[in-house]
């Protein structure tokens, strides 16, 4: 299923072909309009199955960036992977001007 299909904001279109993807994962095709939806969600899935795009992409559209207040937030379980989405995150919210992503550790 395309990215385009599943309701993100053209600016998350953009970053996400500027990472070279064209479709979506399962975990990505099922996760996204749920959380854009609003609704909680717990989901599974193998290393490497696109888990931080299911749950970062929408909430980073969710995120209003004018309001200087934290608006989300991320727990993982190792400073290693701490890092790794991070990073992620701040290439799929690359259009996003004003977008803060701040990795916390230790």
Do not use: H, W
């Not at 994962?25 to 959380?35: A, D, F, G, H, R």
């Not at 200087?68 to 190792?78: D, R, V, Y």
């Amino acid at each position: 299923m395309s990215f385009s299909t599943l309701g993100l904001s053209p600016q998350i279109l953009g970053a996400i072909e500027a990472q070279g993807y064209s479709e979506a994962t399962p975990i990505q095709e099922k996760s996204i309009p749920i959380v854009l939806e609003g609704k909680d969600l717990m989901a599974a899935a193998q290393t490497g199955t696109g888990k931080t795009a299911a749950f970062g992409l929408p909430m980073i559209q969710k995120i209003d960036i004018s309001s200087k207040t934290t608006q989300g937030l991320i727990l993982s379980p190792t400073r290693e992977l701490c890092l790794q989405i991070t990073n992620e995150i701040k290439q799929y919210g690359q259009f996003y001007k004003g977008l803060n992503v701040t990795a916390i550790y230790g």
